[in-house]
């Protein structure tokens, strides 16, 4: 990757004067350019991390969101750049952990236990069948491994981080992530032989009347109906592009008029209803849009169509025709 210039930290920007600060203003407004570009090459790998840190594709985008936005501001404190990479992945994880504790989900273990020592071979690049396990496992399964081994495991099996890497990520010594990540890799693969031996294929749920209205008058693009049915103050975030309400966010669906091969179809996801979004002759959906209601009427629209890098590792599941 390539290196972003010296930003403008605020004591230095405190001691100029308003013509040398606005000499620097283009050098700041490069680097924070530079810095948004490499940040859409890390985002995918960001997302699997976050995603499995938290058992959820929709609120790992949520802390995806959260470590750029984190991120951007810091980037006008720095004197110097750190490692892109790892400075990225350190805020995503320490953001993921905060998520967590917020919401009283209480951590297994601290990260810096798990210290025993394991054998060597257990633990080897060459691990194809731990990969495979960790690949296959459903995002929601990572939730019961204690923090160390559920980000050792996903480092390490899912993004292919070398141990020296998680270690300083993680602030842990080597011995500590090897130690964690032969566990979590027991633990997962027993989790997956438990989901295979009781798993059935899931009947087809229906949706809600209001959403399966909802995809039919998009599909049909009668956009007054649609607007109809729009809280006044609808909010609408196009995620990692822009965030629209009232009545700016009442016309955001007409940028879908000319996709008159785009198809919606109500959805499910990790238990909550969502709209598949289709592409002309796909069989899988490109990506997904989340609403919320309130009294019948639609509060706000969460529109991933910028990260579809989400529904790689979600369970969309098609509804029951009505």
């Not at 930290?9 to 000499?23: P, V």
């Not at 699997?48 to 936005?69: H, K, L, N, P």
């Not at 785009?262 to 990506?287: C, G, H, K, N, S």
């Amino acid at each position: 990757m390539s290196s972003v210039p010296q930003t403008i930290n605020r004591s230095t920007e405190n001691n100029m004067g308003e013509k040398e600060i606005q000499s620097q203003l283009p050098q700041l407004q490069a680097a924070r350019a530079q810095f948004l570009a490499l940040v859409e090459e890390l985002r995918p790998q960001l997302h699997r991390y976050c995603a499995r840190m938290t058992g959820s594709v929709t609120e790992g985008e949520d802390i995806v969101q959260d470590t750029v936005a984190h991120a951007y501001y810091e980037l006008g404190q720095l004197n110097e750049l750190p490692a892109m990479r790892a400075w990225l992945f350190r805020i995503a994880h320490n953001r993921a952990l905060d998520h967590l504790r917020r919401y009283e989900r209480r951590m297994v273990e601290a990260l810096e236990e798990d210290h025993d020592m394991v054998d060597e071979n257990a633990l080897t690049p060459e691990d194809k069948l731990a990969r495979e396990q960790a690949l296959a496992a459903a995002v929601s399964r990572f939730m019961e491994l204690a923090p160390a081994q559920r980000s050792s495991v996903i480092l390490k099996d899912v993004l292919d981080y070398p141990l020296e890497e998680i270690s300083a990520l993680l602030d842990l010594s080597v011995a500590a992530v090897k130690s964690a990540l032969h566990r979590g890799r027991e633990r997962l693969r027993a989790l997956v032989a438990e989901s295979a031996a009781a798993s059935k294929p899931a009947a087809p749920r229906p949706v809600s009347a209001e959403l399966a209205r909802y995809v039919a008058l998009f599909n049909a693009r009668d956009w007054d109906g649609v607007r109809a049915m729009l809280a006044e103050d609808v909010r609408v975030d196009v995620v990692a592009r822009v965030r629209k309400s009232g009545a700016a966010g009442r016309v955001y669906f007409t940028t879908y008029d000319s996709l008159h091969n785009w198809r919606f179809a109500p959805a499910w996801l990790e238990e909550r209803e969502v709209i598949a979004v289709y592409r002309p002759d796909a069989a899988e959906p490109a990506y997904i849009i989340d609403l919320d209601w309130q009294n019948g009427k639609i509060t706000s629209i969460r529109d991933y169509v910028f990260v579809p890098y989400i529904t790689r590792d979600a369970n969309v599941r098609p509804a029951a025709e009505s």
